[in-house]
């Protein structure tokens, strides 16, 4: 499975440029991208089918809970609510396990389609046909380095939310204290928390798109895990760069929320009307792998347009194709 190599310009693009070209090379080359994705996300939706009666369950459970709370004249919950509520506890431990599952699966195998869709356009930017075989061997082949990174990563996030909740705690809890007493300073103080987080949120938007840096360049450059991740770091974090980021970011982010709205519709349609759990299973993995190639295409045009700003288009492809302008 493979297509013919198609060049593409390589010069600095603006955000909308890079959303189009994204947009052309998934719809030129949508069969094997999605295909790379499908194989992460064939495992995990087999093992989220075991769960699909319990989830169907849960979801009629939780309905007929709701439809009772009306009813209820009593603050004491009803015998059907107690009989609802038991059924949902007794359906937990399962829930969990099949979870657990789950995360490890994306743990391990998310990094290989991520890893075969950057080699993917790597090979497209340099005038090379993207061949399924190639893509997914090459990503499968830096998985203990990518799982590595996926670990720095968690850590790195796990500290980014304690010393966020512990920032906005401590300058809240002054601005608590004194809302009878001085007001107006404990306005302040809850202004500064405001400031605070969003600063935070902010970091962590830099902070995600440098670790998905350093995972690209772990494929593309054959850079170690240290490596990867200080030059991720450091094509994000600089004068230029830093507020483009911000910006693509943004982006990223309404691709993402409007595809979560349609698989989130499509969830309600399917269990609402069809009672079907598999069926949305099913439905929701084709359209996850679809999001998911595309949004990781998009990142990868980010990051090339961003090398091409910074070292320009020989550090990158030594034999550049004869680019055209598409």
Request: aromatic share 10%; with cysteine.
């Amino acid at each position: 499975m493979d297509t013919p190599p198609l060049t593409y310009a390589l010069r600095p693009l603006g955000i909308g440029e890079m959303l189009d070209r994204a947009v052309t090379m998934y719809v030129k080359n949508a069969v094997i991208f999605t295909a790379l994705i499908l194989v992460v996300f064939a495992p995990i939706a087999a093992v989220q089918s075991l769960n699909a009666s319990t989830q169907v369950d849960q979801f009629t459970t939780s309905l007929s809970i709701l439809q009772h709370i009306g009813d209820a004249k009593k603050s004491s919950p009803s015998p059907q609510q107690t009989n609802d509520l038991k059924k949902i506890e007794a359906q937990q431990p399962t829930v969990l396990l099949i979870a657990g599952i789950v995360f490890l699966l994306a743990l391990f195998l998310s990094p290989v389609g991520t890893g075969a869709i950057a080699v993917g356009v790597h090979r497209l930017y340099r005038g090379e046909p993207l061949k399924f075989g190639d893509c997914f061997m090459a990503g499968l082949r830096r998985l203990p380095a990518m799982i590595g990174i996926g670990f720095i990563a968690f850590f790195a996030l796990l500290i980014w939310y304690i010393a966020t909740i512990l920032i906005a705690v401590v300058v809240a809890i002054p601005g608590a204290m004194l809302i009878k007493s001085a007001l107006p300073l404990a306005i302040v103080f809850f202004v500064l928390a405001g400031i605070a987080i969003l600063a935070a949120f902010l970091f962590l938007i830099v902070l995600i798109l440098a670790f998905g840096f350093a995972y690209i360049a772990l494929l593309v450059e054959k850079a170690t895990v240290g490596a990867a991740i200080g030059s991720g770091f450091k094509r994000i974090i600089n004068r230029k760069e830093i507020w483009r980021s911000l910006l693509f970011a943004l982006a990223i982010a309404g691709v993402q929320i409007g595809g979560s709205s349609v698989i989130a519709m499509i969830a309600l349609l399917m269990l609402l009307v069809l009672h079907s759990a598999i069926l949305y299973i099913i439905v929701a993995a084709i359209i996850n792998a679809v999001l998911s190639s595309f949004v990781t295409i998009f990142v990868v045009i980010y990051y090339f347009d961003v090398r091409i700003r910074l070292e320009g288009t020989n550090g990158i492809f030594p034999v550049a194709p004869a680019a055209v302008a598409i």
